[in-house]
């Protein structure tokens, strides 16, 4: 069974493999070990997101763990994946369109068994190493921007942050509404919110508000979508890079998803399937 349906998986590789550098297949004097293809690595690396298994357990003949390891910093350092998603979601924008009016901040706190540069004391989790996820989302729930912490760093500073990665993706002030939960509620974040001319809608503390009551509660399925890839929901990585890598990575099947599906509700095309997987 695959890790993730084909029909997503194929449009991303395709894309991916326009972003990766042109190499000879084989060595020019016929020595050395032929190169692993890239789209075993890249079928391996998306084992690795969804199931979350240890790299020497998906190794095989074709491909060993320290070639994973090795080819995902090489496509690290390129910036290819980063690059991945951002083509999605600009393919998303042109083709269904994005929802900027109202976005939404939430953040999510996952485990860390392992340590590393992010792993921090969860305060939900009696005091084990996490990790912490402050995302982003437009008003249907598509990533526009995460941002990596420790456990133990609180919402409110992750905020601004947050909203930097929205990029061009701002609207002129006084458009954006921020839909927050009350972890927000702080005279600092209103005057973030303010100095960005966006308009905040923030449960008040103290006070117990439905999720569906908002908008916000696009972000809480979000989240939900993130945490369906174990690497996601017990990461075992250690460095900054190599989880902003998986982010990225989850983040172009997430939007390609929900952009193979709203297509199909609202356009046919030749090769249009019966239903949508």
């Given at each position: 069974?695959?890790?993730?349906?084909?029909?997503?998986?194929?449009?991303?590789?395709?894309?991916?493999?326009?972003?990766?550098?042109?190499?000879?297949?084989?060595?020019?004097?016929?020595?050395?070990?032929?190169?692993?293809?890239?789209?075993?690595?890249?079928?391996?690396?998306?084992?690795?997101?969804?199931?979350?298994?240890?790299?020497?357990?998906?190794?095989?003949?074709?491909?060993?763990?320290?070639?994973?390891?090795?080819?995902?910093?090489?496509?690290?350092?390129?910036?290819?994946?980063?690059?991945?998603?951002?083509?999605?979601?600009?393919?998303?924008?042109?083709?269904?369109?994005?929802?900027?009016?109202?976005?939404a901040v939430d953040g999510c706190i996952t485990k860390?068994?392992?340590?590393?540069?992010?792993?921090?004391?969860?305060?939900?989790?009696?005091?084990?190493?996490?990790?912490?996820?402050?995302?982003?989302?437009?008003?249907?729930?598509?990533?526009?921007?995460?941002?990596?912490?420790?456990?133990?760093?609180?919402?409110?500073?992750?905020?601004?942050?947050?909203?930097?990665?929205?990029?061009?993706?701002?609207?002129?002030?006084?458009?954006?509404?921020?839909?927050?939960?009350?972890?927000?509620?702080?005279?600092?974040?209103?005057?973030?919110?303010?100095?960005?001319?966006?308009?905040?809608?923030?449960?008040?503390?103290?006070?117990?508000?439905?999720?569906?009551?908002?908008?916000?509660?696009?972000?809480?399925?979000?989240?939900?979508?993130?945490?369906?890839?174990?690497?996601?929901?017990?990461?075992?990585?250690?460095?900054?890079?190599?989880?902003?890598?998986?982010?990225?990575?989850?983040?172009?099947?997430?939007?390609?998803?929900?952009?193979?599906?709203?297509?199909?509700?609202?356009?046919?095309?030749?090769?249009?399937?019966?239903?949508?997987?």
């Amino acid at each position: 069974m695959p890790a993730v349906q084909s029909c997503f998986i194929e449009p991303l590789w395709d894309q991916f493999s326009d972003l990766l550098p042109r190499r000879e297949v084989q060595h020019r004097l016929g020595c050395h070990r032929p190169r692993v293809p890239d789209r075993v690595v890249f079928d391996t690396l998306l084992q690795a997101l969804v199931f979350g298994a240890a790299y020497w357990r998906l190794a095989g003949p074709r491909c060993s763990a320290s070639t994973l390891r090795r080819r995902r910093d090489e496509w690290m350092a390129l910036g290819v994946m980063a690059q991945l998603e951002a083509l999605a979601r600009t393919a998303y924008d042109r083709i269904i369109g994005l929802q900027l009016e109202d976005i939404a901040v939430d953040g999510c706190i996952t485990k860390a068994p392992c340590g590393g540069e992010l792993a921090g004391p969860s305060p939900v989790d009696r005091a084990k190493q996490g990790t912490k996820r402050s995302v982003v989302v437009d008003g249907q729930g598509i990533p526009l921007g995460i941002v990596p912490a420790a456990a133990n760093a609180h919402d409110s500073p992750l905020l601004a942050p947050t909203l930097d990665t929205l990029g061009d993706h701002c609207l002129a002030p006084g458009e954006m509404t921020v839909h927050l939960d009350r972890g927000y509620d702080s005279g600092k974040t209103r005057r973030e919110l303010d100095g960005r001319g966006m308009r905040g809608c923030i449960s008040r503390r103290g006070t117990t508000t439905s999720v569906r009551s908002s908008n916000r509660w696009v972000v809480e399925r979000t989240n939900s979508w993130h945490n369906a890839f174990k690497k996601l929901a017990w990461c075992t990585e250690r460095r900054t890079a190599v989880v902003k890598f998986y982010l990225a990575f989850a983040n172009a099947i997430i939007i390609v998803r929900r952009l193979m599906r709203e297509a199909w509700k609202r356009y046919r095309w030749d090769t249009r399937p019966r239903r949508c997987p």
